[in-house]
């Protein structure tokens, strides 16, 4: 009986374990395909500051040669600089350090590929414009 009772205690010592594995510094920087997840929704890059709004959250996108090259293929649909056009990519999503004092988004995307672009419909561009006409 107490050969049984401390058998049956460490069998629960062992199976209540964490299974923690190491992990290689190198290998968090080289990029899995399963972090890659597809996006869809409206693209805007104006004065320094790029977001997707997709139809259940709003994020910041990070700025850099990717992002660059998607501005460049939303600009064919953009009649004013404001203009959100409709997208489809594949990125990484990465929350906002909160240690960090920075503005924007609490989640950011790196953009890894672009999938597509449309062109915007035009009863959705809701835009209300103050001035002279």
């Not at 990519?89 to 999938?115: A, F, H």
Request: net charge negative; charged share 30%; proline share 4%.
């Amino acid at each position: 009986m107490r050969k049984s009772l401390i058998v049956l205690l460490c069998l629960t010592v062992f199976l209540s374990c964490k299974n923690e594995s190491k992990s290689n510094p190198e290998a968090s920087v080289t990029e899995s395909t399963s972090d890659l997840k597809t996006f869809k929704g409206d693209f805007v890059y104006f004065a320094d500051a790029a977001v997707l709004q997709t139809s259940g959250e709003i994020y910041g996108v990070i700025i850099n040669d990717k992002m660059h090259e998607l501005d460049e293929q939303v600009k064919v649909y953009k009649s004013e600089a404001t203009d959100m056009v409709p997208v489809e990519i594949r990125g990484i999503v990465i929350p906002k350090d909160e240690d960090e004092d920075e503005e924007g988004w609490p989640l950011r995307i790196d953009i890894k590929e672009i999938v597509n672009v449309s062109k915007p419909e035009a009863e959705n561009n809701n835009v209300i414009k103050l001035g002279k006409e």
